[in-house]
C-alpha cells in the first residue's frame, strides 16, 4: 500500500467503513464484500484481513477465515487480534495444539488479555477430551465418545473430524439415525468427504442395506485410497453377504449341514453388525430346527432376540421350537410378545393353539401313560393298553413290598383311565381338544380297571389268547 496515492488508500479506507458498518448491523455477507474491495485495493494492510477473517467467522467458513487471519498476522506479527482470531479458528476446526500456539503468541504480546486466557483453556480441555475418546475407542466404550466429542464440539463447532468419530460410535451404538444425520450435514458442506462417506456406508451396512453400504465404502475409498475402515467395512460387507447367501443356498437346496456351517462361520466376520447376525442365528435356528436340534435352535433364537428385541420372526421361530419340546409355558409368553408386537389373526391362532397345549399339558397325558404317540391309531392304543395293563397288573406285583404293590396298583388304575378315555370316540375327542371331561357328565373317575382289564382280556378261566393269567410267567 506504500505506492498508492492518498485518494486510493481513502478508497479503500472507506470501503473498510462501509464493511464495518454492514458488520456492525449483521449483514455479513455485504460486509465481506466491501472488506474484499479493500483488500484488493491494499492488499498489504493486515487489519482489513483480520476484519474479513472476523466477518468470515461469523459466516461460518473457518477454513476460510484461518487463512485471511494467517495472512493477517504475516503482514504483520504483532497484530493481537489477527492471533487472537487464528487461534479460534483453529479451535473451531478442532485443531487445538494450533489453536493453543496462537493464544500464547496473543499472551506474549498482552498478557492480561483474559480472551486468549479463556481460549487457551478451552484447547486444553478439547485435547484432554480428544484423549479421552481415544482411550474410550480401544476400549469399546462408544458411549464415552460420543460424550467427549460432544463436549469438544462446544468449542469446536466446525470440526469434522469429531462429527465424524461422534457418527461411527453412534452406528456402533445402533442410533443409525443420529449417525447418519452427522454424515450427511457433513457431506452437504463437503461432498467427497470420505470419512462421511464411510459413516453413511456403515450405517446402512448395520441395517443390513449390505449392498448400498458397499457403494459408500467403494466411493470412500476413491476419495481416499488409504481409508483404512473403508477398506476393512468393505471388505467385511461383501464376505458376509456372500457367506449368508451361501448359507441361504444350501437351506434351499435342502442341505442342512452345509447351511448351518456356512452360517456359523458368517457370524464370526463381523461381531458389531447385529442386524446382520440377529438374522444369522434366526435362520441357524431354522437349520437347527430341521436337523432338530431343538435346543440349540432355542439358544440361537435367545441370541437373535438379545441383538434385536424387536425381532418378531425369532420369538416365533423359538415359540415353535418350545412347543416341539413341550416347553408350552415359554411357548405362550413368546407368542404373547409376538401377538402384542403384531395383532394379527395367524398369531392369534398360535397364541390360542399354545394356551390350549399348556392348559392338556397340566393334567393326565393319556398318550403317556399307554405309551403311544398322540396320533395313535385304535389299533395302537389298544396295544399300549394290552402292554401297559399286563406290566403294572397287581397279580404280577404279589411278591413286591406292600410300597412297590401300591406304586403299581396306581399306574394300573391309571392304565385303566387312560383306555377308558382314549377307547370311547367321544371322550378322546374332548380330551384331544383339551376340553374338561367332567362337563357333559363324562366323569373319568366313573370306571373301575379291574372291569376293563376283565371286559379287554377275558375273565379268569377263559380260553383263548385274551386269558391273561399266563402272560405273567
Known sequence: ????????????????????????NKDYAEAFNYYSKAIDMCPKNASYYGNRAATLMMLYRYREALEDSQQAVRLDNDFMKGHLREGKCHLSLGNAMAASRCFQRVLELEPDNSQAQQELKNAESILEYEKMAEIGFEKRDFRMVVFCMDR????????????????????????????????????????????????????????????????????????????????????????????????????????????????????????????????????????????????????????AIKLDETYVKAYLRRAQCYMDTEQYEEAVRDYEKVYQTEKTKEHKHLLKHAQLELKKSKRKDYYKVLGVNKNATEDEIKKGYRKRALLHHPDRHSGASPELQKEEEKKFKEVGEAFSVLSDPKKKSRYDSGQDLEDDGMNVGDFDANNIFKAFFGSPGASGPGNFFFQFG
Do not use: W
Request: glycine share 4%; with cysteine; charged share 30%.
Open 152 to 303: 469438544a464440539l462446544e468449542a469446536a463447532a466446525a470440526c469434522h473430524r469429531f462429527k465424524i468419530l461422534k457418527a461411527e460410535c453412534l452406528a456402533l451404538l445402533g442410533r443409525y439415525a443420529e449417525a447418519q444425520s452427522v454424515a450427511s450435514d457433513i457431506l452437504r458442506i463437503d461432498s467427497t468427504n470420505a470419512d462421511a462417506l464411510y459413516v453413511r456406508g456403515l450405517c446402512l451396512y448395520y441395517e443390513d442395506c449390505i449392498e448400498k453400504a458397499v457403494q459408500f465404502f467403494v466411493q470412500a475409498l476413491r476419495m481416499a485410497p488409504d481409508h483404512d475402515k473403508a477398506r476393512l467395512a468393505c471388505r467385511d460387507a461383501k464376505a458376509l453377504k456372500a457367506k449368508k447367501e451361501e448359507g441361504n443356498t444350501a437351506f434351499k437346496e435342502g442341505n442342512y449341514d452345509a447351511a448351518y456351517e456356512l452360517y456359523s462361520e458368517a457370524l464370526t466376520i463381523d461381531p458389531n453388525n447385529i442386524k446382520t447376525n440377529a438374522k444369522l442365528y434366526c435362520n441357524r435356528a431354522t437349520v437347527g430346527s430341521k436337523l432338530k436340534r431343538l435346543e440349540q435352535a432355542i439358544e440361537d433364537c435367545t441370541k
Open 1 to 24: 500500500c506504500d505506492l498508492m496515492h492518498n485518494d486510493e488508500l481513502a478508497e479503500a479506507e472507506g470501503f473498510k467503513e462501509q464493511g464495518n458498518a454492514f458488520y456492525i
